[in-house]
Every structure is written in structure tokens, then in C-alpha cells.
């Protein structure tokens, strides 16, 4: 079981676009795939159309009263499930503050899906906080979305300083291009510029596209409601990309 994180510092990065359509591709793929929608907002539960609700909320959760396997719900997609969010995930940190060993409770609470799932994907919501270090111990891949804005580096230094400061040595940190515009002369200086710098940053960048943005209106991945596009491929190519870095 791989455990992939879609995290960023930063919110409105197409965090949770990326989450929902690279596990729908792993599904699509013949994987047993798992959503986790960690983030109180429950964009990838809107998406699949499922209701965020988790009975009992994250105290329960935490607290071992609720295993995850009770609280899974299917999609309309084959090999695909979700764990639906739930709007007490706003008070994860203060939960997760209250057990011993805080950061370890994510990683506790996965390991008994092993035998279900060959993937399990964690949308997270941003900002650094006790549940992101939990989601960093749990992950095996983070995969971190960057406009290409002039923010960008700050946020992946901060990010990357975070992990070496926190001995996070078996976590790999794989940073890509988000909603990137071509057509701006910005976003292509900055996207030439950090490539040449930061080698980790993957080939594909994933194109700000009407295509994604109406993923809510269609509340469904991009390969329910269109065959082929540019984001599609896009997409597909960091899917290879990942399963690359991640030696899949």
C-alpha cells in the first residue's frame, strides 16, 4: 500500500482537483484506490457526491471508538472509495493534541487498510499544523502543488526546510506546477527558472483549464465527463511521473 499526500502551504493550489483525478486514475489502472478528504471544506466528498459526514466526527475517530473501514463509502467509480470529510476535521489538531504521540495517529489508524488498498490518497488542507506533521509521518509520497507565482519557492523552501528539520528522511517530496497559464510570460519565467533550479520539481505541469473548473459543476473526476483533453493527458503524465519518482 502506497500512501500518497496532496499537500501545500498554501490553499487554492488545485489540491484537491489533483487528489480526486490522480486516484481516479490509479483506479481506472486496476488499483484499489482510497480518498481520504482530511480537509473540513469536503471538496473531493462534493466531488464524488457524497455527503461529508463521518458519524461520530474526529473525536471518536481519533479516540479508536470509529475504525476507518466502517466509515468508507463507494463511488460511482470502480476500485474507487472515499472517506468522507466532516466538518469537525477543523478541530483535528486540537484532537490529535490530546494523544500521545500525535503525529503517529494517521499512520495508526491506515495501517490496518493494507490488505484493502494498493493506494490511499490524503487530500489535506493547507497551512502547517499537528495533523500535516501526522500526514507527513503517514505518507509515503508528497505530492506538492505550486502556482507559478513569485511565492512558489518560498513555499516549497519553507516546505522542504520543514521535513529536514523534522528528520522526515523517508518521506519524498515531489513538488509539480499547478493551474500554469503558458500564455503568461510570468508563469513561464518562473516555471523555466525553478526547473533549472529546483531538479525535484516534475516535467508535468497541470494547465489552469476550463476543463477542471467545471469538475464542480459535474462533481466527478475528469475522466467521467470528458475522454480526452489537454488537463486529461496532463494528468495522466503525472500519474507516470509519480509512479517513477515513487520507483512504481
Known amino acids: 500500500m502506497k500512501i500518497v499526500a496532496l499537500y501545500s502551504i498554501k490553499g487554492g493550489v488545485g489540491k484537491t482537483s489533483s487528489a480526486v483525478n490522480l486516484a481516479f486514475i490509479s483506479a481506472c489502472k486496476g488499483y484499489r484506490t482510497l480518498v481520504w478528504d482530511l480537509d473540513p471544506q469536503g471538496a473531493s466528498s462534493y466531488y464524488f457526491r457524497i455527503k461529508p459526514k463521518v458519524k461520530g466526527g474526529s473525536k471518536d475517530l481519533i479516540a479508536g471508538k470509529r475504525d476507518l473501514e466502517g466509515l468508507i463509502k463507494g463511488t460511482d467509480f470502480d476500485n474507487l472509495d472515499l472517506l468522507p470529510a466532516d466538518f469537525s476535521f477543523r478541530n483535528l489538531d486540537l484532537v490529535l493534541d490530546t494523544k500521545k504521540k500525535p503525529t ?12 484493502e488498498y494498493d493506494f490511499i490518497f490524503l487530500d489535506c488542507p493547507p497551512n502547517i499544523s499537528l495533523l500535516s506533521e501526522a ?18 519557492l518560498r513555499t516549497l523552501e519553507q516546505l522542504k526546510e520543514f521535513i529536514k528539520d523534522n528528520n522526515l528522511d523517508n518521506l519524498a517530496l515531489v513538488p509539480f506546477f499547478s493551474m500554469a497559464d503558458r500564455r503568461k510570460n510570468m508563469h513561464k519565467d518562473i516555471m523555466e527558472n525553478l526547473a533549472q533550479s529546483h531538479p525535484e520539481i516534475l516535467n508535468t505541469a497541470i494547465p489552469y483549464s476550463s476543463d477542471i473548473e467545471r469538475m464542480g459543476l459535474e462533481r466527478m473526476p475528469l475522466g467521467g465527463f470528458i475522454n480526452k483533453s489537454r488537463s486529461t493527458e496532463a494528468y495522466n503524465d503525472l500519474w507516470q511521473e509519480m509512479m517513477d519518482r515513487a520507483g512504481g
Open 104 to 115: 503517529q495517529q494517521l499512520k495508526k489508524l491506515l495501517k490496518p487498510l493494507a490488505a
Open 135 to 152: 500526514v507527513f509521518e503517514a505518507a509515503d509520497i508528497l505530492m506538492s502543488p505550486i502556482i507559478p507565482t513569485t511565492l512558489s
